[in-house]
């Protein structure tokens, strides 16, 4: 594989040009392999490229397991104060992803904050800086997680972990989704790798299919809390779809990252309101 022009975007350090001669990652469980070391900071193996993760963008709400687990097991231990315990969880979630997707809501923020064309908007995407608009998106995505998470700890730790793992999966769920409807704002953009690779109807058919099947199925033990989780994955990503659309031309590495986030801090703050009084009945 010879690749160039290395880039930087939500999911890390990406080529713009690959070209690979055979696939190095033509079996199931080897693109599972590869999603993980490319999309975590977990040992999975050799270090993956942009194309090969690609291969298995599909299986994407998979990594969600992984990147949820240390922060899931925190939480059912029950050996920590609530808050402090929704801290370390939170932390272990974000840690595990390698803050890729962080980068994205500080990148989505500041882009957001610019007035003027697309184009304009794309060029801030890029922009290694970091302004007040990325900051402020920073504080908007991750206090109302941290505290609804907390408030879940406070009224049952199990249902707290559980509650974690499912805005886990439910965030990569919403990712793929962005990524199997999406438009490459950028023919340069790292999700354009991604959007090629779901070209195919046997492909789209399994991201679609996995990315409304597996959060509720992960999340079944919260009851009605299910119902929370079946809405927020389509509806953050249609509205992820359309505000980009509208405000950059489409989608990006940057806009998927943070569309997981953004997942993540919707579902668990739904969860907060709904769960804790499903427990105490």
């Not at 304009?120 to 990325?134: F, H, N, Q, S, T």
């Not at 299919?209 to 597996?214: D, G, H, I, N, V």
């Not at 927020?232 to 659309?245: C, E, F, N, Q, T």
């Amino acid at each position: 594989m010879t690749c160039s022009a290395w880039s930087t975007s939500a999911w890390g350090p990406s080529p713009k040009t690959c070209i690979s001669a055979s696939p190095v990652y033509p079996s199931g469980s080897s693109k599972v392999r590869a999603l993980f070391s490319f999309f975590t900071l977990l040992p999975s193996g050799r270090g993956a490229t942009l194309e090969e993760a690609a291969r298995g963008a599909y299986l994407l709400p998979l990594v969600g397991i992984l990147t949820g687990l240390p922060g899931a097991v925190l939480l059912l231990a029950g050996v920590f104060p609530p808050g402090v315990a929704a801290s370390l969880a939170l932390s272990a979630a974000l840690l595990a992803a390698g803050l890729h997707h962080t980068d994205g809501v500080l990148d989505v923020g500041d882009a957001l904050m610019v007035r003027g064309t697309p184009s304009r908007r794309r060029e801030v995407l890029k922009d290694a800086r970091i302004g007040v608009g990325g900051l402020g998106a920073l504080f908007a995505v991750y206090a109302p997680t941290l505290f609804a998470l907390g408030a879940l700890a406070d009224a049952s730790p199990a249902l707290a972990g559980v509650s974690l793992l499912a805005a886990e999966v439910a965030a990569r769920s919403a990712m793929l989704l962005v990524l199997v409807f999406g438009t490459p704002a950028a023919e340069g953009s790292s999700s354009a790798y991604f959007v090629r690779a779901l070209k195919g109807r046997t492909r789209r058919t399994a991201a679609v299919a996995l990315a409304l099947a597996l959060p509720p199925l992960v999340a079944l033990p919260l009851g009605w809390g299910t119902l929370a989780v079946i809405i927020a994955v389509p509806a953050v990503a249609l509205g992820s779809l359309r505000l980009s659309g509208a405000a950059f031309g489409g989608i990006s590495g940057d806009v998927s990252g943070a569309t997981g986030e953004l997942t993540r801090t919707v579902l668990l703050v739904a969860l907060s309101a709904v769960v804790p009084a499903v427990h105490a009945a």
